[in-house]
């Protein structure tokens, strides 16, 4: 059967199914409708025929009892004729007699009454004999008995009503008698119609249950038939892509029929036997670079777990070295993709040759090759020298000559090594750390071996430990500025430079060179730039209205990354109208490597903010490649020459005309110039010679807090006013002593 209805498809079967129920559940419901009615209709009839003949003869029967009574009564108000005396009230019997006789007369024609309607009642064969005899009994009862009592009642004919009573009541035994056996028929026979009624409810019902077995046996064998007919073909479908999950491809696939299911297992058919075909591909794909067919990462991980699984039973070391290949991207961009694909397959096929038959080469990807070594030694020192031997011949095949058609590549790498005994050291780790000696070897020159070194990870880690922690400083306010004085040959403090500090709740106060680099490679130095010029231009409008700092012009440092931003111009605009400051007190420090990365667009940006009245300065001059013609075309009003040419101003010829050429320059330019990192009298003493009258460094004073800059401004300005005696060094020694502050207030280390 499930054969046959395979050919037939699963929604017309379904429709069927659903046909055929309802089909069901409509005679079901017809053959009950059709029962219940026909009961209904017995009964109605039990209650509205046999019922209702049922009480007008049990009224029949009242009433002549009730004349029987009359008669009765009548007969003990009559005399007898002994009892009769002259003084008799005759009026009394009259009138009683007279209401007797009309009580008697309306029962006798309510009792014809009540028959004749009786008789126009169907009745059976029986109760139609009896109805008979009963009609000729109660003729003879009321013209024998009733008719002739009522007229010798009328005529007061005592006599006669006495013979005429003894009459009736003859007449009434059997009649009454046929009546009672009337009623008890009509009873028998509304009770046997009523059974009849009930037979035929349960008739009704027990064949309404029939069918309805019979129904369910039906949609069970369908139910059946179906499951027979689509599960089970669907559980064998199941059953092979079960087979299939578990990489078996050539379960068999018994196929009859042209339903939904029979397609579904042909498509399956054809989808296993290409599975079954590509099965290698697959695993190539799933475990093996494509370009060099080198076990992948994923092969590699599942390797290294089995290598470290057998080294913690063996106890022997094992090597992870990380290869990345030096300049690859050189190659990749001069001589074309397919020039570098040819190269990473030839340098595969060199590990490959490099290592032994238990070894594993691996490819991560680009140019990041991994050689799993296993089972070296149990000797630590010597299976590190046995992965230094594999490692520098690794080198060696690599920097080989290279022909790749016409051109011969001489290439290069930098391998990283790490040594794991056991699984003490994950996975993860263990890359992490031949990584982190492969970038180590890269820093070291490349074209080198290095292995891990756990104080470089520990100095990474708290590297990254600080970037985490960085980009929730702002948000929680624990940079502060400090500052730091700028001061001219007449020893007047005529400005400052902002300098920025991270105040960590748990490492103190941390220096500039630990988090700016950080925070340019986040880039989280342009939010950070932008705090500290709202808060420099906080300042200034603060200074305005005191007369020890309002001449005050701050020098604030813009990162290359700040600067390049589109809307910087926008930006030092907005914050100057929000803080009120004055544009003229703000100067704004460049480095070389800003200013020339794009002159034309630094020239653009310059240009509009010289025209808000904020003025720059070329930070660190000398350190980096800026030409005369590039600073003619600049708008800028002022030179700092790079503290790494002030410290050796004494000692060094070099140094001395290198910062002679600077202040020249500027001269010639029409350029201040100011010298940063001045420490000594002897230093500053130099400088005057040479003709720069700016300074600033730890000779005039440390950078101070926030809140100490305005102390310190007043106490300068009162030493400025004392009598110059001899030379300027006592005026400076007060300097001094004016900018010294508490020591956990100060920044001792080299300034930026």
């Not at 748990?506 to 932008?530: Q, W």
């Not at 020249?664 to 130099?686: D, K, P």
């Not at 005696?725 to 300097?735: E, M, P, Y």
Request: proline letters at 3%; charged letters at 25%; one cysteine or more.
């Amino acid at each position: 059967m499930a054969r046959l209805l395979s050919y037939v498809p699963i929604q017309v079967r379904l429709l069927l199914l659903m046909a055929v129920a309802a089909s069901a559940a409509l005679v079901l419901a017809i053959v009950g409708v059709a029962g219940l009615s026909e009961s209904k209709e017995i009964l109605r009839s039990v209650y509205a025929v046999r019922m209702g003949s049922a009480q007008q003869l049990a009224e029949i029967d009242r009433l002549m009892l009730t004349n029987r009574l009359l008669m009765e009564t009548a007969l003990s108000h009559t005399p007898g004729r002994e009892d009769r005396s002259p003084h008799s009230d005759d009026r009394v019997d009259r009138q009683f007699l007279s209401y007797v006789a009309a009580a008697i007369e309306k029962n006798r024609n309510t009792i014809t009454s009540l028959w004749a309607d009786f008789s126009k009642v169907p009745l059976t064969s029986q109760e139609r004999g009896v109805a008979e005899r009963f009609a000729q009994r109660r003729n003879d009862y009321m013209a024998l008995g009733i008719a002739p009592l009522l007229a010798a009642m009328r005529a007061r004919d005592y006599e006669a009503i006495r013979t005429q009573s003894i009459e009736v009541e003859r007449l009434f035994a059997p009649t009454h008698e046929t009546l009672e056996a009337l009623t008890r028929l009509q009873f028998d026979v509304a009770h046997e119609t009523y059974q009849a009624g009930v037979d035929r409810y349960d008739a009704v019902l027990r064949n309404a249950l029939a069918v309805l077995m019979l129904l369910i046996g039906v949609m069970c064998w369908l139910g059946w038939v179906l499951n027979d007919s689509i599960v089970n073909p669907l559980r064998r479908v199941i059953s092979i892509f079960k087979n299939i999950s578990k990489g078996c491809y050539d379960t068999p696939i018994d196929i009859h029929g042209r339903d939904e299911i029979s397609a579904v297992m042909r498509e399956l058919q054809v989808m296993q036997a290409k599975l079954g075909q590509d099965e290698s591909a697959i695993h190539q794909l799933a475990f093996y670079d494509a370009l060099t067919h080198l076990p992948n990462r994923r092969l590699l991980r599942e390797r290294l777990q089995q290598a470290m699984s057998a080294t913690a039973r063996t106890r022997a070391y094992g090597a992870v070295l990380m290869i990345d290949l030096d300049n690859f991207k050189t190659v990749n961009d001069t001589q074309g993709h397919e020039v570098g694909d040819r190269l990473l397959v030839e340098v595969a096929q060199r590990l490959k040759e490099c290592v032994r038959q238990t070894d594993t080469v691996a490819r991560l990807g680009g140019d990041e090759f991994v050689v799993l070594l296993s089972d070296l030694s149990t000797d630590e020192e010597l299976a590190a020298r046995m992965a230094e031997r594999i490692g520098e011949k690794i080198l060696a095949q690599v920097h080989a000559p290279c022909s790749i058609g016409p051109r011969v590549i001489r290439s290069a790498a930098s391998i990283g090594m790490s040594l794991f005994s056991g699984d003490v050291v994950p996975i993860d780790d263990l890359f992490k750390r031949a990584d982190i000696s492969m970038y180590q070897a890269k820093a070291a020159g490349r074209n080198g071996l290095q292995f891990f070194d756990p104080d470089i990870q520990a100095a990474l880690e708290a590297r990254m430990a600080l970037e985490s922690e960085l980009h929730e400083a702002l948000q929680r306010d624990q940079f502060r500025l400090y500052f730091q004085v700028q001061v001219g040959s007449d020893e007047q403090v005529f400005g400052a430079e902002v300098l920025l500090r991270w105040e960590h709740p748990r490492l103190g106060l941390v220096t500039p060179d630990k988090f700016i680099p950080i925070a340019e490679e986040t880039h989280l130095i342009v939010p950070m730039g932008e705090w500290v010029l709202r808060k420099a231009c906080e300042q200034l409008r603060a200074w305005q209205d005191h007369a020890a700092a309002q001449a005050l012009v701050l020098a604030v440092n813009v990162s290359a990354r700040q600067f390049r931003q589109p809307d910087f111009v926008d930006t030092v605009e907005r914050v100057l109208s929000e803080t009120g400051a004055c544009p003229a007190k703000l100067k704004l420090e460049l480095t070389e490597s800003v200013v020339l990365h794009d002159v034309f667009d630094t020239v653009q940006k310059m240009r509009a903010l010289n025209a808000l009245g904020v003025e720059f300065s070329m930070d660190d001059f000398g350190t980096g490649y800026s030409s005369l013609s590039h600073l003619s075309s600049l708008p800028i009003r002022q030179l700092k020459i790079d503290r790494s040419f002030v410290r050796n101003i004494q000692n060094s010829r070099s140094d001395a005309v290198i910062v002679q050429t600077i202040i020249g320059m500027a001269s010639t330019l029409g350029v201040a110039v100011i010298a940063e990192g001045v420490e000594t009298e002897n230093q500053r003493s130099f400088l005057e010679q040479f003709g720069c009258m700016a300074y600033q460094g730890f000779l005039y004073g440390r950078p101070v807090p926030q809140d100490h800059m305005q102390t310190m401004l007043e106490e300068m300005r009162r030493v400025a006013r004392m009598p110059l005696v001899g030379t300027s060094v006592c005026r400076t020694a007060a300097f001094m002593a004016a900018t010294r502050t508490p020591p956990q207030q100060i920044f001792t280390g080299r300034e930026p």
